[in-house]
């Protein structure tokens, strides 16, 4: 079971279904704020469908294929990060991010991403780590920014938003630049 301990109050912890409930009124309460960048979360429209994803993301552990962790900041729910997937034979993962409705601008995704790359660098020894923003999304930008990552490319085109597609930036943090960064 994956918890890692960011600080005295924040903490991720791997999502289980005792989290369902709490997850499904975090999304809810959070659907406008959230569906700007994310399509796929106006799909959550009732209890059900924040289980399922859950299961989804207990399998993607089991399967060792990386997770979804929940971010708790004193004991509350407040948001979720996770792999995509890991590609253990290039040994690269990608990271994907969001937080509740009123915790933005506190710090708190850019110490979980922190966490995040530091275990997918150093705990698991991947030798890299990627972060894909739409190019409007500053705010989502600006963590792997204020991390140090490189800005390696711009994807046209990359994902369809409702009715447009927009491009993405990619970044990107090899294993050898965050032991550089951190020294």
């Known amino acids: 079971m994956f918890s890692y301990k ?4 924040l903490q991720l912890k791997l999502l289980t279904l005792q989290d369902a409930n709490e997850l499904y009124k975090l999304t809810i309460n959070s659907m406008e704020h959230l569906k700007e ?9 009732k209890l059900e469908d924040t289980e399922n994803f859950i299961k989804t993301t207990m399998k993607q552990f089991t399967e060792n294929n990386g997770f979804q962790a929940g971010i708790w900041s004193n004991s509350k729910l407040v948001g979720v990060i996770g792999f995509h997937k890991i590609d253990w034979s290039n040994k690269s993962t990608s990271i994907g991010y969001w937080l509740g409705k009123g915790v933005e601008g506190t710090g708190i995704m850019t110490k979980a991403c922190h966490a995040f790359v530091n275990y997918a660098l150093t705990d698991l020894l991947l030798n890299r780590v990627e972060i894909r923003a739409a190019v409007e999304n500053t705010k989502s930008r600006a963590i792997p920014e204020r991390l140090g990552f490189f800005q390696e490319g711009r994807i046209r085109k990359a994902e ?3 009715d447009h597609y927009v491009d993405h930036i990619v970044y990107g943090m090899l294993a050898e630049d965050w032991v550089s960064l951190r020294k």
Do not use: F, M, V
């Not at 994310?38 to 429209?45: D, E, V």
């Open 6 to 9: 960011i600080e005295e109050n």
């Open 37 to 45: 960048w994310l399509p796929l979360i106006a799909y959550n429209k």
């Open 160 to 162: 369809w938003l409702y």
